[in-house]
């Protein structure tokens, strides 16, 4: 199983990236996905997560209103859609897949498999 995160790069507080996570070597269908991020000194911290059908999305609330979290299982790829980035938005993002369809996604826990993360830095 391979989940590669993409996208990620330096902006400037305001501005927009888009996130990618490519799943290869699972169902993707069958996975629930969710974004966690881990800025330096601070532990990992939920983001935002989608259920498999697209049904339910949970956000954090440091980024609701401004992250959009979406997947396109034809092409076995999550996205997550990052506006109005804040310097407190700096961390590296990962990507995680979760086969148990039930509880609270924001649990990092709970799933199974994880990318390897893309930097994201906003300068103020």
């Known amino acids: 199983v391979q989940l590669q995160a993409s996208g990620g790069g330096l902006v400037q507080a305001g501005e927009s990236l888009r996130l990618s996570c490519a799943a290869s070597?699972?169902?993707?269908?069958?996975?629930?996905m969710g974004w966690f991020r881990q800025a330096p000194g601070k532990e990992r911290e939920f983001v935002a997560a989608i259920s498999r059908s697209g049904s339910r999305i949970r956000y954090a609330d440091s980024v609701q209103g401004r992250y959009t979290i979406s997947r396109d299982n034809a092409k076995n790829t999550a996205y997550l859609q990052m506006n109005s980035l804040k310097f407190e938005d700096t961390a590296v993002y990962y990507c995680?897949?979760?086969?148990?369809?039930?509880?609270?996604?924001?649990?990092?826990?709970?799933?199974?498999?994880w990318g390897q993360g893309t930097q994201v830095t906003v300068s103020s």
């Open positions: 070597g699972l169902t993707f269908r069958e996975y629930d």
């Open positions: 995680a897949a979760r086969i148990y369809p039930f509880g609270e996604m924001a649990y990092s826990t709970k799933y199974n498999y």
